[in-house]
Structure formats: structure tokens, C-alpha cells
């Protein structure tokens, strides 16, 4: 590490990030990267040992995301930190909330240069306990539980559109994303399926096996199948499958029948 030089660690699982986020600093005389880790544990072990000056921190990570590294090392021990993110709402307007910075992904080289340009200005003048207690704050408003969704904000193809949640039919893991069914259109948001059905409002959103998740509303018929299952047939014309293991969650939201 160069005397003068601010020393940054870039943190997200996804390799493509963490060089999008390199290249962008490539020519900052002023910062030097001097790590990656693509989980909250190796993050964690690093700002533990080499205590860097800024982060550029993943919100969405699996096993540890962003927020539980921040739990982790407490707020006396944080470096600066910019906030990446892609669409978890509630962390969003918690970070608006709170005036603390985040990249919104995918960002642009502008909206990159105003971020590291706030946290040098943070570093410049050593503003830490305004920003740790503005942390503290976001992690107390995180650890309170989030009021479920009534509206979603998606981002494709430079617009930006919305779907309220009470009209879509079912939703569809995709690895790290999930599809959005509503009627005869489909929409794809970065988004883990555990993610979304915990912004989900229970009474109405109900996981009918480990890969969807169904409106309830929406449930035209059941059908019996072989071994305890069922065949869910939607009002839009989709055929699920209902699992044994998720059948008595289902069946307690729809009551018996008659």
C-alpha cells in the first residue's frame, strides 16, 4: 500500500462486478484496490486484518450478505462504505432513509464518480461518527420488520417500470433472478426467490414448492396428483406443481374443503 493512497475493498459475488468496479477506479490516482471477496465471511476476515479505508459493498450476497457484514464488525470498526445493490426495495429506502450512499446496479461511470467522490470528501475530513451513527440507524430499521410490498420498482432495457404485487400470479426462481408472471406477461428482476417471499406479504404469497411462489388469489383449481401432491392450475393458464412439503402452508391460507 503507497503512503497517501486511500486503500479500497471491493466486495461482491459476482466476479463480473468486482471487475466493473476495478476498471472504474483503474485510473484514480488517489485509491488503490488492494482486495476482493466475493462473500461477507472473507469480507469480514479482511477489513478484520488489513483494516482498508473504503468498500465497496454487495448487499445481495448468499450465506452472509452486505448487511449481516456490517453486524458483524459493529459500528466502531467500519471503514467507509458505498453500498451496492440491486433491487431490494426495503434496503433501498432504508439507505435513502439514512442518507448513506449506494449504487443501484447497474450504474453508470457518472453515478460511480459522484459515490467516490462523496467518500473521499467523508475520508478527506474524517466525517466517521456522523456516519456511524447514520449506520446504526439503518441497521435498527433493517432488524425491524419490513413492511411487505405493495408495489415493485423494475428496471430493464433504460426504463423503469412498476407492478403492483397484488397482480402478479406466481413467480419463478432463475438462480439469482426471478420472473415475475402477471397475466400474459413475464418480467425478470435480480432477486433471490427467499428474498422476494420475505417482502411478501404472507397472507397472499404462499411458496408452493422450492422453485415458485403462487398469489393465492390466483389459484383457479387443485388437482391430485400421485404421492400427497397437487397440480396448481392458475388463473392465467399456468400449471404448477404444490409438493408435499409445502401442502399444509397452503392448504391453512385456502382452508378446507368443502
Known amino acids: ?13 459476482e466476479a463480473l462486478a468486482r471487475r466493473f468496479i476495478r476498471r472504474m477506479l483503474k485510473d484514480d490516482t488517489d485509491v488503490e484496490v488492494v482486495g476482493e471477496c466475493s462473500n461477507g465471511k472473507e469480507a469480514v ?6 483494516s482498508p479505508d473504503l468498500v465497496f459493498l ?6 452472509m450478505d452486505g448487511l449481516s457484514v456490517l ?3 459493529g459500528t466502531e470498526r467500519l471503514p467507509q462504505i458505498v453500498f451496492t445493490t440491486a433491487y431490494e426495495q426495503y434496503a433501498v429506502r432504508a439507505f435513502e432513509l439514512h442518507a448513506l450512499d449506494y449504487l443501484l446496479k447497474p450504474f453508470d461511470q457518472s453515478r460511480f464518480q459522484e459515490a467516490l467522490a462523496r467518500a473521499k470528501e467523508q475520508l478527506r475530513y474524517r466525517q466517521r461518527e456522523d456516519e456511524r451513527l447514520q449506520i446504526g440507524a439503518l441497521l435498527e430499521t433493517l432488524e425491524r420488520p419490513p413492511e411487505y410490498l405493495e408495489r415493485l420498482i423494475i428496471k430493464a432495457e433504460g426504463r423503469i417500470t412498476f407492478l403492483r404485487t397484488r397482480e402478479i400470479d406466481w413467480i419463478e426462481a432463475d438462480d439469482k433472478y426471478v420472473h415475475l408472471h402477471a397475466g400474459t406477461t413475464t418480467r425478470m428482476v435480480r432477486q433471490t426467490l427467499s428474498a422476494m417471499e420475505a417482502q411478501l406479504d404472507p397472507k397472499r404469497f404462499v411458496r408452493i414448492h422450492r422453485s415458485a411462489i ?9 388437482q391430485p396428483l400421485f404421492n400427497g401432491e397437487y397440480s396448481v392450475l392458475m388463473e392465467n393458464g399456468a400449471k404448477l406443481t404444490l409438493t408435499k412439503s409445502h401442502k399444509e402452508k397452503l392448504f391453512g391460507l385456502l382452508g378446507k374443503p368443502l
Open 214 to 222: 403462487v398469489n393465492v388469489e390466483r389459484i383457479k383449481e387443485l
Open 71 to 73: 453486524q458483524s464488525l
Open 1 to 13: 500500500m503507497k503512503p497517501g493512497k486511500i486503500s479500497a475493498l471491493i466486495v461482491d459475488d
Open 45 to 50: 476476515a479482511f477489513i478484520r486484518k488489513h
Open 58 to 63: 454487495d448487499v445481495q450476497m448468499p450465506e
